[in-house]
Structures are given as structure tokens and as C-alpha cells.
């Protein structure tokens, strides 16, 4: 995976806003002009709210790159119906043999699927007949927002959260009151009693004011 997360303006440290042209947008430009796709389906697969992720999945031949989410109806349906098929990341061919099972079942994805599949290795037929490397990358774009700018919808449907005391808080929202919550004191068990310890200065006292 290729993650790039757009700064965003905390009150903290020596970078403050971002710089002039530094958007999602003009990151997801310089990824399809480094891959060489006229094109990138970043809709397709949604993570979170559109205005914080973007995402999307390719699969490469030697140095040519092939968009695998241009079928966004597509990948729909198979996430709904492959969701009993477990995907293992450590063993492939285990995983490839599982779905090719599972697609074998079913008349649709034999026709429909072997029909998207044909058409994206046609595109790298070349590299393909030279026996060249085959792999997969994942480009993700997050962008944070600025303290003072946070938006309720988005840290509503927040899927990069951060668990603290209270729960798990959006990560924007706690970038924003970062020492509120890591500089907390908390207290902890001990042979003696409850005792709290102070994360400034690394002590334990009693309870109370």
C-alpha cells in the first residue's frame, strides 16, 4: 500500500497549513500520471466519508499498471456475495483457489466476471506472454482536516478513529485536543489502592483533589 495523508493545521509543531495545491485531487493526478492510467476509479471502493478517504486497487505486469475497480457495479455485487469467502492475505493461492470455487458455483460471475477479467488481461497481454512479475498496489489518500475546521458529518462516519477513556474518538477530533487526551491523568491499580498517574512527569499519587 501507498498511503499519503494530506497535512492538515493541529496548532502543533513546526508545519502548520498545508501547502497551496496540496489537495486530495491534485495527489490523485500525480498517482495516474505515475502509474500512466488515462484514468483511476477512485468511487469505487469507499471507505468512510468521500470527503476524508479515497482509494484505489491495481494490479501490475512487469512496469504496466491495470485499474481492477473500473466495474463499480461489479465489485459491488461481489463483495455482497463472495462476503462468506475468506480472503487470507498470507496464502494467495489458497485464496484465489477459494474464489475460483466460489465463482465456478455460480453461472453470472463465470460469464460477467470472466468477462471483465479476460478484458484487463488483454490490456496486459505483452507482459503477460513475457512471463513478467504480477502484483497488486493500493493507493489511499486521507485527508485530515484543520482543528478549527472540523466538519460534525465527517466525524460522524470517521472510519480512522482513535480509542481513548471515553470511547473511540475520529482521529481529526483528536488531533485537535491531542493533549487533552494523551496528558489526561489516569488511574491505575496498585498493591497499595487506586493511584493516579500523571503523564507529564511519569508519578503516581493518591486519589483526590
Not at 495523508?5 to 498545508?18: C, F, L, M, S, Y
Not at 455460480?106 to 506472454?129: C, D, I, M, Q, T
Amino acid at each position: 500500500m501507498a498511503s499519503f495523508q494530506v497535512q492538515a493545521e493541529t496548532g502543533r509543531g513546526q508545519w502548520r497549513g498545508r501547502a497551496e495545491g496540496d489537495t486530495p485531487e491534485s495527489i490523485a493526478e500525480r498517482i495516474r500520471r505515475g502509474v500512466g492510467l488515462p484514468g483511476l476509479a477512485w468511487d469505487t471502493a469507499l471507505v468512510g466519508h468521500p470527503a476524508c478517504n479515497r482509494g484505489t486497487m491495481l494490479a501490475t505486469v512487469g512496469g504496466r499498471a491495470v485499474d481492477v475497480l473500473t466495474d463499480r457495479p461489479l465489485y459491488e455485487r461481489f463483495l455482497h456475495e463472495f462476503r462468506h469467502v475468506t480472503f487470507d492475505r498470507r496464502d494467495v493461492k489458497a485464496t484465489a483457489r477459494r474464489v475460483i470455487g466460489a465463482a465456478f458455483r455460480n453461472p453470472y460471475w463465470l460469464l460477467r466476471g470472466g468477462a471483465f477479467l479476460v478484458r484487463k488481461l488483454w490490456s496486459a497481454r505483452r507482459e503477460l506472454w513475457r512471463r513478467e512479475r504480477v502484483g497488486k498496489i493500493t493507493f489511499f489518500i486521507h485527508n485530515f482536516m484543520d482543528a478549527k475546521e472540523l466538519d460534525p458529518e465527517r466525524i460522524r462516519n470517521c472510519s480512522f478513529m482513535v480509542m481513548t477513556d471515553d470511547g473511540p474518538v475520529s482521529m481529526c477530533e483528536h488531533n485537535s485536543r491531542r493533549d487533552d487526551y494523551i496528558l489526561r491523568p489516569i488511574t491505575l491499580p496498585t498493591v497499595s489502592g487506586p493511584a493516579v498517574w500523571s503523564p507529564l512527569d511519569g508519578t503516581l499519587r493518591a486519589p483526590g483533589p
